[in-house]
Nanobody, 125 residues
């Protein structure tokens, strides 16, 4: 199983970034996907989550600004980050879980078994 994030970079506050998470070698038909970030000196935190039924959940800090979508045929995840803020600066990761649903614990990294290498996102004021 391989997850590869791409599309990170630098953007000014108020700008947007579209990122991709390409998934390969994954044979599970039903799985959840998570979008996480980790800023220097901070713990990894959940940003967004998509359950096996396609329903989405977002952290309060990004609700209304970030969205995630998935290409079911290719199993790829496409986070879109809008109206970005300096506080969004972090390394962003995608992750998968073989569970049908993680529910209220979606933001905990411990429930995910496969991770990408991360992509750096820097937002300047």
């Amino acid at each position: 199983v391989q997850l590869v994030e791409s599309g990170g970079g630098s953007v000014q506050a108020g700008g947007s970034l579209n990122v991709s998470c390409v998934v390969s070698g994954y044979n599970y038909r039903h799985y959840c996907m998570g979008w996480f970030r980790q800023a220097p000196g901070k713990e990894r935190e959940g940003v967004a989550y998509m359950a096996s039924d396609g329903s989405n959940t977002y952290a309060d800090s990004v609700k209304g600004r970030f969205t995630i979508s998935k290409d079911n045929a290719k199993k790829n995840l496409y986070p879109q980050m809008n109206r970005m803020e300096p506080g969004d600066t972090a390394v962003y990761y995608c992750a998968t879980s073989e569970r049908w649903s993680i529910g209220g614990s979606w933001a905990s990294p411990t429930f995910y078994s496969n991770w990408g290498q991360g992509t750096q996102v820097t937002v300047s004021s």
